[in-house]
């Protein structure tokens, strides 16, 4: 496999700025150069753009996905060290959704108050009033 930075964009889906981007970074190695400085892309790179994108699914950052890319070139048993920096991703996706489950609590109230209501508009109060707790929202929007 010898292609172009355009064949390897349609392939992955991802544009020549991120593909140069990870080369910058260090993501990717420093990739292949043709005789007119183009640059060539390998069937090991092409896999290693998949791991990065499905890496990224997994809601892991770019600097996540550079140790799990080092832990995959450095061989043998990494298990552990994968198994840490996923236990982590887990924990803070578990502590996200604790957050968005009490953001979406809290819109699911104002929603209620505002049908509920018939001056002031309880979203917009509660929008304005930077304190944690039960207001006395009243009105709607």
């Not at 991120?18 to 190695?29: A, D, Q």
Request: one cysteine or more.
């Amino acid at each position: 496999m010898n292609l172009g930075i355009g064949e390897v964009c349609t392939q992955t889906g991802l544009s020549a700025d991120t593909l140069r981007y990870y080369e910058r970074i260090g993501l990717l190695g420093r990739i292949a150069r043709n005789g007119g400085g183009q640059r060539r892309y390998g069937a090991q790179d092409v896999a290693r753009l998949q791991f990065i994108q499905r890496a990224q699914t997994m809601d892991f950052s770019l600097h996540e996905i550079g140790q799990l890319l080092a832990l995959r070139d450095q061989g043998g048993d990494v298990r552990a060290d994968v198994r840490t920096l996923t236990e982590s991703k887990l924990s803070a996706i578990g502590q996200r959704i604790e957050a968005l489950t009490r953001l979406r609590d809290e819109l699911s109230e104002l929603v209620r108050r505002c049908h509920a209501s018939a001056g002031d508009c309880p979203i917009i109060a509660r929008m304005e009033n930077s304190q944690e707790g039960d207001h006395e929202l009243h009105g709607c929007c």
